[in-house]
């Protein structure tokens, strides 16, 4: 089946300090793949589209300068979120949609971040 | 702006009874609409999609556009149907794939 892998699972930094978060289709090609925050107790929040070769498409809200995100493969994308503080803290979780069925997607485990 | 609302936030029932997770959803256009389950320490899966109008593990969920829901039934939980489930819906066009989940409903189904 269609694997998403995320690494690394949770990661604890100091505040002010950058931290890259990957994203990989382990099995398939994706061409597009999302990312999402997840508060805790709430919903996910879709954060941006990362389409491969192309720029990334941030929703409403999201600071493209904050959480930088590479699509530089069809099997791998990096969320980078710069300079993080406390209120980054939270779970981001990606999801890929395969290029021969676009119709779905797989989502990966999830990334914990504590910024301290 | 599309908007999922699942109003319980948590919903219990005994193993063998019937359960139903309620979703209402505001989206102009023709969406489609998701059931996500995630287990406990697992990922988040789908499912089932409205379009595929299939049951899964004995789920079912009817769109109903005049009343614009898309409530999750099975006639008769088990506890291995302990789970969060979330609400989503999809536009298409260029938003095709983007997801708009709802708040989730905890379901826990006791012995």
């Known amino acids: 089946g269609a694997v998403v892998s995320q690494h690394p699972s949770r990661v604890i930094c100091k505040s002010g300090t950058s931290v890259k978060i990957e994203c990989r289709s382990l099995d398939f090609q994706a061409t597009t793949m999302f990312w999402y925050r997840q508060f805790p107790k709430q919903s996910l929040m879709l954060m941006a589209t990362s389409n491969e070769g192309s720029k990334a498409t941030y929703e409403q809200g999201v600071e493209k300068d904050k959480f930088l995100i590479n699509h530089a493969s069809l099997t791998l994308s990096t969320l980078t979120v710069t300079s993080a503080h406390p209120e980054d803290s939270s779970f981001y979780i990606c999801s890929a949609r395969p290029r021969t069925n676009e119709e779905t997607q797989y989502f990966g485990p999830g990334t914990r971040l504590l910024v301290l | 702006a599309q908007r999922v609302t699942q109003p319980e936030k948590l919903l219990s029932v005994f193993k063998g009874a019937p359960v139903e997770l309620k979703c209402n959803y505001s989206?102009?256009?023709?969406?489609?609409l998701f059931w996500y389950v995630q287990y406990s320490r697992q990922r988040l899966q789908l499912l089932l999609r409205?379009?595929s109008r299939e049951s899964i593990k004995g789920f079912t969920a009817d769109l109903n556009k005049g009343e614009t829901s898309f409530h999750l039934k099975k006639p008769f939980a088990q506890e291995e149907d302990s789970a969060m489930y979330y609400c989503a819906v999809q536009p298409g066009g260029t938003s095709y794939g983007k997801l708009t989940f709802g708040q989730g409903t905890i379901l826990t189904v006791h012995p």
């Open positions: 409205h379009i």
């Open positions: 989206y102009s256009g023709s969406p489609e």
